[in-house]
Each structure stands twice: as C-alpha cells, then as structure tokens.
C-alpha cells in the first residue's frame, strides 16, 4: 500500500508524474539535438580536412582557440582550451524542433567541456554530465535533478548526497517533490 504524504491526493501524484514524464521527453530530446548538433561540427570539421587545396597542406594547424563566424562577422561558434579542458561553444545558434518550440525557431546555445553538456535557450538551461542531469531556470535556480546529487538542510546544516535520485525544486530553492 502506497503511504502519501499529508496534504498530498493521488492526483497531485499523477500530475506530478506527468511533469516528470514531460521534463524527461524534453531532455532527452534536448540531449539528442545537442549530440546531433556536436556531431554535425565534428563531421564538417573532418570534411574540411579532406578537401583537396591547390596550396600546400599544412600538416599540423595549433591555436588555443578556434573561431566561427558569419557573413556579418558575428561570432556563430568556438573550440578551445580553458582552463586546461577543451570546449565546443554554439552560439545562438537556431535551432527548428518540436520538442525545443512548438511555434517555431529559438536561440540555443550549446557547450560541450569536460563537465558535460550544457544547453541555454530563452528560459531555461540544462546540464547533462555521468553523474547527473539538471534544469534550471534562466536566473541560474536549479528547478529539476535527476541523478547523483547533493542538498543541504537550511534548518539543520546537514548535507545528504543521493546517489540516485529525482529533485524538483521551486525558484526560492525549495523541495516540491524528491524521490527517494
């Protein structure tokens, strides 16, 4: 038997449940398009390798960071080395999905580095790494964890990590729902 929490009727639960499944169809969607999207770069990247030049090859081409930018000059994508790891940044990139926008074309920017995926639309950001994935809104307030994560109790002090877990918080950090 199901034990709920006071206050709690089952369809508060299944709503609850349907966010979830919502949240979940949408990152993975996200997770795929920024894949595609990396692997699309890297395939045009080996591409430009392989196109014969009526100049002599260069053997080995070394920057720190590489640079794409459009007819207008405006910076469109990066590769680099910060800090000591490389990172693969679109910007503002358009991105046309269902998944992303019902209603047409959004701004996604996108950033792969040693620390995961990172994607940013207008109104939220999510990051995907091996220990964890999390949503957060536009201001930087995680909303969503799923995964290995770490909270603290603003009454007691004490920390607890869960190795797996689902967190959905609300914007002042408060815990909306936390399984288990």
Same mark, same amino acid.
């Given at each position: ?10 369809? *508060?639960?299944?709503?609850? @449940? ?7 169809? %949408? /990152? ?24 014969? $030049? %009526? ?16 007819? @207008?000059?405006?910076?469109?994508? &990066?590769? &680099?080395?910060?800090?000591? &790891? ?14 992303? /926008?019902?209603?047409?074309? %959004?701004?996604? $920017?996108? %950033? ?9 639309? *207008?109104? $939220? ?5 091996? *220990? ?15 995964? &290995?994560?770490?909270?603290?109790? /603003? ?9 797996? /877990? ?15």
């Amino acid at each position: 038997m199901m034990v709920l929490p006071k206050g709690t009727d089952m369809t *508060e639960l299944e709503a609850l @449940k349907e966010r979830i499944r919502i949240l979940e169809q %949408r /990152s993975r969607r996200l997770r795929n398009v920024g894949i595609g999207l990396a692997l699309f770069v890297i395939a045009g990247f080996a591409f430009a390798q392989q196109r014969p $030049s %009526r100049n002599a090859i260069v053997d080995v081409i070394e920057a720190k960071k590489f640079v794409l930018k459009d007819d @207008k000059g405006v910076e469109r994508a &990066s590769l &680099s080395l910060l800090g000591g &790891s490389a990172e693969l940044n679109m910007h503002e990139g358009y991105v046309h999905a269902d998944s992303i /926008s019902p209603s047409g074309t %959004r701004p996604l $920017s996108i %950033r792969l580095s040693a620390d995961g995926l990172m994607f940013q639309g *207008e109104t $939220s950001l999510a990051t995907i790494n091996s *220990e964890h994935i999390l949503l957060a809104d536009i201001g930087g307030n995680l909303r969503t964890a799923l995964g &290995s994560t770490t909270l603290g109790s /603003s009454k007691t002090g004490a920390v607890k990590t869960q190795p797996a /877990s689902l967190i959905l918080l609300d914007k002042q950090g408060k815990v909306l729902f936390r399984a288990p």
